[in-house]
């Protein structure tokens, strides 16, 4: 099993920055990826981005060039670096990722981003 524990989240304006963390109770070796998904009111979950076990990194379009995803193995712990945010970006964020063909979330982080 594995718990991930998101944190960083808040209220930011526009143009702002904001520094999310997931902690994972196994060690980031262990996972083949970590990865963020957010849920906006009313919309779908959707993909924000990942992190595979070499150290790779994907982003979906609407966030790229603007968040970035790095990973402190040691402490167990990817980040989320979210830069020149918008209100669009205002969303319940999780962090995800498997073991052993098994799926885990976190409980989220709720981002919001004023006009």
């Known amino acids: 099993q594995v718990q991930l524990v998101e944190s960083g989240g808040g209220l930011v304006q526009a143009g702002g920055s904001l520094r999310l963390s997931c902690v994972s109770s196994?060690?980031?070796?262990?996972?083949?990826?970590m990865a963020w998904y957010r849920q906006a009111p009313g919309k779908q979950r959707e993909f924000v981005g990942n992190?595979?076990?070499?150290?790779?990194?994907m982003y979906a379009d609407s966030v790229k060039g603007r968040f970035t995803i790095s990973r402190d193995n040691a402490e167990n712990t990817m980040y989320l670096q979210m830069n020149n945010l918008k209100p669009e970006d205002t969303a319940v964020y999780y962090c995800?990722?498997?073991?052993?063909?098994?799926?885990?979330w976190g409980q989220g982080t709720q981002v919001t981003v004023s006009s």
């Open positions: 196994r060690s980031t070796f262990e996972l083949n990826y």
């Open positions: 992190i595979i076990r070499r150290g790779s990194t």
């Open positions: 995800n990722t498997e073991l052993r063909f098994e799926n885990y």
